[in-house]
């Protein structure tokens, strides 16, 4: 099936940037929508951004919006989280995934709406 693999995350001082990236397989990454999520100890799950599967729509979560930016490449099976102007509450573990429904015409934010997910990375923001 789908799998999914994060990389990039690390420890950033604040003001600075990081870009995280996901490397799909095991399925027509061009057909599905993709989207980021982050959770920190003791708090929910939360969307951060989310692309089209043609890559022509993208959302991003209030918080994270006009800093983040969210781009796929289809050719090589991989959607990017660049990350600027990071803040200590970007501190998270940092997930991508993929949307289960071929061509979906919205971008969904809910994480139970996304059936694969990747291992996660960790993105840590110092003060």
């Known amino acids: 099936q789908v799998q999914l693999v994060e990389s990039g995350g690390g420890l950033v001082q604040a003001g600075g940037s990081l870009r995280l990236s996901c490397a799909a397989s095991g399925g027509t990454f061009s057909n599905y929508a993709m989207g980021w999520f982050r959770q920190a100890p003791g708090k929910e799950r939360e969307f951060v951004a989310a692309?089209?599967?043609?890559?022509?729509?993208?959302g991003y979560a209030g918080s994270v919006k006009g800093r983040f930016t969210i781009s796929r490449d289809n050719a090589k099976n991989t959607v990017s989280l660049q990350m600027n102007s990071l803040k200590p509450e970007d501190t998270a573990v940092y997930y991508c995934?993929?949307?289960?429904?071929?061509?979906?015409?919205?971008?969904?934010?809910?994480?139970?709406?996304?059936?694969?997910w990747g291992q996660g990375t960790q993105v840590t923001v110092s003060s």
């Open positions: 995934a993929a949307d289960p429904v071929i061509r979906r015409r919205v971008l969904l934010t809910n994480p139970g709406s996304y059936d694969y």
């Open positions: 692309i089209s599967w043609s890559g022509g729509s993208t």
